[in-house]
């Protein structure tokens, strides 16, 4: 009797251990959805004023230079950098959320990923010739097809690049893209700052940033990466990083080729 008590009691106990567990996990995915909601409210509420910002500050800026004073004509610049660098976050932060309510779904369209990757690293020329450096890009056409969010694609090149072009100093950014064992693999390597070993596995950490030691600190947010890591897995492809300190970094993005590893009801036969 003593010996079915106890059982009783035992797996009362688990079953009381059980409801609450389940009890914390349902707060914990309320709290969750919550938090998406906030996040994606937020991002919204602060995208138009944001918006209705930048629209007047453009149009003067497009206007006339001389009605300004050389100073207010640089104050008028900074703000619009500045609006245009909150509206990126905003929208970055959009990205998440949307991706987080499952609202984000990959749409995969056979693209000509090799000319699509020249036309974004080109975008940059201008931009690390005029600071002095080089951009090479090599990207080689495919033999099967490649099937791609295009936005998503332009999302990974543009910030992996964007952060080659700042940590990077002096040297060649380039670019490459091969088919490798079924696999685009594009490679975004830079002779930049470099990242030290052990903060080699926080890389696509939402907003992890590594700290400068001495010498210059970067403006930045943490949170490129982590979303370029978020739009890689919706491809369920995989990405990497090897750098040397002082040396630089390579990133290495690999998305399988073919449709097999693809929600049929996301795969598009047409071209984009
Ligand atoms: P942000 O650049 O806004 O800080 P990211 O998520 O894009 O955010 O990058 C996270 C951190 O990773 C950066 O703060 C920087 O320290 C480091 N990092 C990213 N790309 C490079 C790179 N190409 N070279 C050196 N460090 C990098």
Known sequence: FQLIADQLGSSLSNVYAYEDARKRADSLVEIDRAKTAFFNN?????????????????????GDKSAFSTKQWADLETMQRNANRLLKLVNTLLDFSRIEAKKAQAQFFPVDLANVTIDLAGSFRSAIEHAGMQLEVDCQPFQDTVYIDRDMWEKI??????????????????????????KAVLRVRDTGI???????????????RVRQSGGRSYEGTGIGLSLVKELV???????GVESEPGQGSTFIVSIPLGTDHLPAGQVSMQED
């Open 157 to 182: 090149v543009l910030n992996l690049l964007s952060n080659a072009f700042k940590y990077t100093l002096k040297g060649t950014i380039s670019v490459s893209l091969r088919e490798d064992d079924g």
């Open 42 to 62: 937020i991002s919204h509420e602060f995208r138009t004023p944001l918006t209705l910002m930048l629209g007047p500050l453009e149009e003067l800026l497009g």
């Open 233 to 239: 897995l919706l491809h369920e492809g995989s990405i």
């Open 194 to 208: 470099g990242i030290p070993a052990e903060e080699l596995p926080h890389m696509f950490e939402r907003f992890h």
